[in-house]
């Protein structure tokens, strides 16, 4: 099967879309954005060995590939439009290819998302990029600078789910057939916010998808905004098989942290309740520079590690 056999047997079952003036099959693709709109650009890298095992699901893996890119899109408030795809394959494996193509597909068709194009290569480790265009109304994007003192912080969903499956997994020598259904659906089908995050981007401050640890993220709020935080972890909703250092440190939730003044807590209630999102108030922003634990009543002493970076988690 050579490369343009593999791009029209499993990458051209797509989202029919007016705004796709030419999509996969010219040099490049032409798409038209909506008048009045910014373009967010976004893009998510997955390589076998490091970010998924060679025993893990192909449609699970083409499925979060896509999810990880909604969640960062999420995370600005934007609304998804269009995908590029770059494969490095080190073997023509159609099963996989079936697979990894169908969970890729349906959840982008499931956010309105066409796959315009992308390229395709052969190498010696399994490489999978997606780059995720989308659309915001001028100015309206939740940026990670703009966090502000007497904010308060919010989670949604459940936290930990994911690092709760990759601890099983990993005490299982990676045997998938383990897992169960929660499980599964932790690590290759997380959750999506999307529809929450465009509407709440009206009304939060900042916001960042989880990804490398609930802490980690938060830390780069502060960073980014010039400010400190309090949290009060005993209302945090988290995966109780594993601890909650491990839970606010672990990576993957693809959930939303994001800050919000008193005055629109309510408002952030009742679009929550529309979009069926579990949403929890977990501390404050400051206007110190660090950032305070309290679990239990009491300071909780802070990791050593707020969360999962590729290369200091590498050894
Ligand atoms: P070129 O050699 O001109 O770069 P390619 O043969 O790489 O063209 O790609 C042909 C068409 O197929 C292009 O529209 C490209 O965007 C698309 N394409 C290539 N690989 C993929 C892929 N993995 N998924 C989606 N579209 C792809
Ligand atoms: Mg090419």
Not at 132 to 149: C, D, F, G, Y
């Amino acid at each position: 099967m050579n490369e343009k056999d593999i791009i029209r047997k499993y990458f051209t079952k797509n989202l029919d879309d007016q705004a796709v003036i030419n999509g996969i099959g010219d040099d490049a693709a032409i798409v038209s954005p909506k008048r009045g709109n910014q373009l967010v650009v976004t893009t998510d890298t997955m390589v076998e060995g490091k970010h998924f095992s060679n025993t893990a699901p192909a449609y699970g893996v083409g499925y979060t590939l896509m999810a990880s890119n909604l969640s960062d899109i999420a995370a600005m408030g934007a609304t998804p439009r269009w995908a590029t795809l770059n494969l490095t394959l080190n073997i023509v494996d159609e099963s996989w290819l079936e697979g990894f193509s169908n969970g890729l597909l349906e959840c982008a068709q499931a956010h309105n998302v066409a796959l315009i194009g992308g390229d395709t290569t052969c190498g010696q480790c399994l490489n999978v990029s997606v780059q995720l265009i989308a659309e915001v109304l001028i100015n309206k994007a939740m940026l990670r600078s703009n966090a502000q003192a007497s904010d308060n912080i919010f989670v949604t969903g459940v936290i930990g789910n994911a690092a709760s499956a990759l601890h099983y997994l990993q005490q299982n020598n990676f045997n998938h057939e383990k897992l169960s259904t929660a499980q599964n659906t932790a690590l290759y089908k997380p959750p999506s916010r999307i529809d929450y995050a465009i509407e709440l981007a009206e009304i939060a401050n900042a916001a960042i998808d989880i990804s490398d640890g609930l802490l980690n993220e938060l830390e780069l709020i502060c960073k980014a905004s010039n400010v400190g935080a309090t949290l009060q972890l005993d209302n945090l909703p988290y995966n109780h098989d594993i601890d909650i250092q491990h839970a606010i440190t672990g990576g993957e939730d693809y959930e939303l942290l994001f800050t919000i003044p008193n005055e629109f807590i309510k408002q952030a209630h009742v679009l929550a309740d529309k979009h069926q999102c579990l949403i929890t108030n977990i501390g404050k922003i400051t206007n110190t520079k660090t950032v305070e634990l309290y679990h239990a009543n009491k300071l909780m002493p802070y990791p050593k590690s707020s969360g999962y970076d590729h290369f200091q988690n590498n050894q």
